[in-house]
């Protein structure tokens, strides 16, 4: 409950001496939020209600999301106070590691993770995905590493390195993939290698280790789900990590696991199993979180109403057939404030 929250809010506030803001985007299956441009003017709300605080503490549960939106928050943050820290209790992946990299301190519990940066596009122009034929907007997203391994295999395993039978593997690639799709991801890879650098300047002298570090999260582990525990962020990346103590795991664990009930983030989004024997019944779903003890709760919302339906199946000749179809229709859809 946002009462219990509170408190912790304000305990933690005390413990590292900063102000809190809370930040959480959900990854409830089906119904994932991002990190989105549209989120910054919510951020300075609460940012203009902290009255420029030495220090500002950013609660962080993503998979990611649009990196210039990370950038841009990076950068927001920055300019309320001299200096912010993360805390990870769970996941800050892709985006999310972005805004981490740019952070003073990252505190990490054991199960919490970094990831890879490595960019994927989703754009109109992407291949249409065809595990959601019912969806013909839904789209593929197309990742550099995903191209780098196709031509890679080509040369491996295959042995390909004629240049002639390499630009027939790229013409096949162009049938599938949107030459525009591949120069945008190619660019975004660029882009975000860019970004890592700039954020990692402030925290390491050491321009080949961040070298280093940019590679690995950009190409060298292998797989955008490659997770990133504790000790191999501190010890092996060398990045900025503190371990909480047990009684601080305790409070900021309470706080995620609160939300993590709120937002429903284990529970699958499924219209039947939500409609049961009813015909209809209307919904409402909070699926992202910023939130402080000066600023309130700012919450991504959608609500709308689930119908089933009879569909009739014209076949010429049988028995007139009808199958059961249910229709979601979203009446509002965005962010409300609460105080």
């Avoid at 803001?21 to 203009?48: A, C, K």
């Avoid at 990692?200 to 280093?212: A, G, S, V, Y």
């Avoid at 305790?250 to 409609?275: A, C, G, Q, T």
Wanted: charged letters at 25%.
């Amino acid at each position: 409950m946002l009462k219990e929250r509170l408190k912790l809010y304000k305990e933690i506030e005390k413990e590292r001496n900063s102000k809190l803001l809370v930040f959480i985007t959900g990854d409830r299956p089906n119904l994932e939020t991002q990190i989105s441009s549209e989120m910054q003017d919510y951020f300075v709300d609460h940012l203009d209600k902290f009255d420029l605080p030495e220090k500002i503490t950013l609660f962080l549960y993503t998979r990611g999301g649009d990196t210039m939106a990370a950038w841009s928050l990076i950068n927001l943050i920055k300019q309320f106070c001299k200096s912010y820290e993360v805390i990870i209790v769970s996941k800050a992946r892709s985006a999310g590691t972005l805004i981490s990299l740019g952070a003073n301190n990252i505190i990490m519990t054991k199960q919490a993770t970094l990831g890879p940066i490595d960019p994927s596009l989703n754009s109109p122009l992407n291949p249409q995905n065809p595990a959601i034929p019912q969806n013909p907007q839904a789209r593929v997203p197309v990742s550099v590493e995903s191209i780098k391994g196709f031509f890679e295999y080509a040369k491996q395993e295959l042995k390909i390195s004629n240049e002639n039978d390499l630009t027939r593997i790229f013409n096949v690639l162009a049938d599938k993939i949107h030459p525009i799709v591949i120069g945008n991801v190619f660019r975004s890879r660029s882009q975000i290698q860019m970004l890592a650098e700039k954020l990692l300047n402030h925290n390491f002298e050491d321009k080949k280790k961040i070298k280093e570090i940019v590679s690995f999260l950009c190409s060298d582990s292998g797989s955008h789900d490659y997770p990133i525990y504790r000790r191999e962020a501190r010890d092996e990346l060398g990045l900025k990590v503190e371990t909480p103590s047990m009684d601080f795991y305790h409070k900021i664990k309470k706080v995620f696991d609160d939300i993590h009930s709120e937002l429903e983030l284990s529970k699958r989004y499924d219209p039947n199993v939500i409609l049961g024997n009813q015909n209809s019944t209307k919904y409402s779903f909070r699926r992202a979180l910023i939130e402080s003890i000066q600023g309130g709760t700012d919450v991504f919302v959608s609500e709308g109403e689930i119908t089933k339906k009879q569909i009739p199946i014209n076949q010429p000749g049988l028995p007139r057939l009808q199958r059961t179809a249910v229709e979601d229709q979203r009446i509002f859809e965005g962010w409300k404030h609460e105080n």
